[in-house]
């Protein structure tokens, strides 16, 4: 239980002193004193939080009384009482003595102790604000370092040269030009086919840059209707259309001196692209329902995967719009252009996969990165991504084998298939051959996905085991790294 707060009554007049006791006692600790010598004795032994002193008292007044104990005692909250004949000679020294409060007499119990509340109130926040001043500048360091590490990470994970890729893969390239380009303040425009990097690609171009210490913000710019996108970029102000209840900051304003990123812009309508150019040409936004331009600096990094060219030569994009955002263009090649990449990015959406889940895995089989890789990923890295997640969560294994693939990944696993899918559409093939084809295909994805196991294969197929075997052999069907039961 917390002590109650003391109360210094300073007045040589007894019965004074007993009726400002008798108001305050059942909320404060009152100390009395009958002159200024007596109450800076009592000061000095013993903690006081509030000074209640009269103005008039033998041999110094209660201002110059006061003057002392704010140069001794700056914390305690000082109140002076006094009649209308001493008013000037308080207000005039109000400031020179740190004075709370002024209380006319005759004063009113109720009044009184309202006010000592208040003046003990202060003194709680003071002591308060001195408490967590001295906390805060002690964890400054340990803040700092904080900040410092949440930096260094983010940096680490956008940094290119940790971009899972191998020593002939074609994004060595395109990652040379981005550390070559990085710091340069000009637009940069991203394309390629969905799900191939372009926001990791942006985060580390500006991480790289000299805005590395600002903020880093990402729009897509097909998730949302012009309305509700201009109010998103450019905030608004509150009653600027049905349901903007309050002010909002938009996110140009939040990435003042760092770097914004526009996902899919070239699917940004005719009259959105009017209000972005004028941003971008001017180096101000103006928040809806404001007529007050605010001045911004921000990096443009935009990203899409259409032919802007095409759209613009259509009439469907702005020209001056793309010149404003391609001063540099960098493209993004798909999955299927970069399959020795596969088994690095393979294992380390694993390892993501792992800590998401909690589910230890000790990595793939041979034959299931053989499909992998074979595999032409149209949804490129997301696609990877979602079937290792999906493997992973599925997996009563130590290793993930090809029989937790998804069908169409499996049946991507035949080294042979464009070569077998020419074959069946080839006019001059014979249906025979053509059927063989289709037996050979379905027979192996089969048997990946009962973990060769013969028997159940057979099972499915509705053949016996012997039968299984003599199609085995015609086809050569073999398991690489071992024999099925």
Partial sequence: MNPMPTVLVVDDEVRSQEALRRT????????????????????????????????????QTGVSFLKQVRERWPDAVRIIISGYTDSEDIIAGINDAGIYQFILKPWQPEALLLAVRGAANVYRLQRENERLGLELRASEPVLRKRVEAKRYVARQASDVDRLARSPDSPLNALCDTVKR???YDIPILLTGESGTGKELLARAIHYLSNRAEKAFVVENCAALPDQLLESELFGHKRGAYTGAYEDRVGLFQQADGGTIFLDEIGETSAAFQVKLLRALQEGEI???????PLSVNVRVISATNRDLEQDVRSGRFREDLYYRLATLTLHLPPLRARPMDIPLIANRVLEQAMLALGKSSEGFTEETMECLTAYRWPGNVRELQNEIFRMLALTHGPKLGAELLSSRVLQAGAEEEEEDLGLIAAANGSLRDRLEVLEARLLKETLIRHRWNKTKAANELGLSRVGLRSKLSRYGLERKNGNGQ
């Fill in 181 to 183: 380009v990085s710091r």
């Fill in 286 to 292: 103006r928040p809806v329902g404001s007529s007050r």
């Fill in 24 to 59: 305050l006692e059942d909320d404060f600790e009152v100390l009395t004193g009958s002159g200024a010598e007596e109450a800076l004795g009592l000061m000095e032994r013993e903690s006081v939080q509030v000074i209640l002193c009269d103005q008039r008292m033998p041999g």
